[in-house]
């Protein structure tokens, strides 16, 4: 059982940086990606950003248009979202998700069926 728990959300004004983290329990995490999604009110669950753990490869939505940041640290079993120029509309709670190992991947990181495990999320709002 992987579990995940997200921290660093907050509030703060439009252009403001903030940086995401999360701990992954796993003694030794054996999925392919892991990766940041988000869900504003009423909308749905999208894909912000997510990074292959065997090779490093990081993925972005179209929308993050160069401002967010994704890293790991496998050896503290972390990983982290970078996000700065922040937009009113990047308010959204945000969930760190992670996979179970599978004999094949889809290439799809921002489909949230191919998360298996989902942190509570953390809240981020940005205010104009």
């Known amino acids: 059982e992987v579990q995940l728990v997200e921290s660093g959300g907050g509030s703060v004004q439009a252009g403001g940086s903030l940086r995401l983290s999360c701990a992954v329990s796993?003694?030794?995490?054996?999925?392919?990606?892991m990766g940041w999604f988000r869900q504003a009110p009423g909308k749905e669950r999208e894909g912000v950003a997510a990074?292959?753990?065997?090779?490093?490869?990081?993925y972005y939505g179209d929308f993050v248009k160069g401002r967010f940041t994704i890293s790991q640290d496998n050896a503290k079993n972390t990983m982290d979202l970078q996000m700065n120029s922040l937009e009113p509309e990047d308010t959204a709670m945000y969930f760190c998700?992670?996979?179970?190992?599978?004999?094949?991947?889809?290439?799809?990181?921002?489909?949230?069926?191919?998360?298996?495990?989902w942190g509570k999320g953390t809240l981020v709002i940005i205010s104009s």
């Open positions: 796993a003694y030794k995490y054996r999925g392919k990606y």
């Open positions: 998700a992670a996979q179970v190992p599978r004999a094949v991947y889809s290439e799809q990181w921002s489909d949230s069926r191919q998360y298996d495990y």
């Open positions: 990074v292959s753990r065997f090779d490093g490869s990081t």
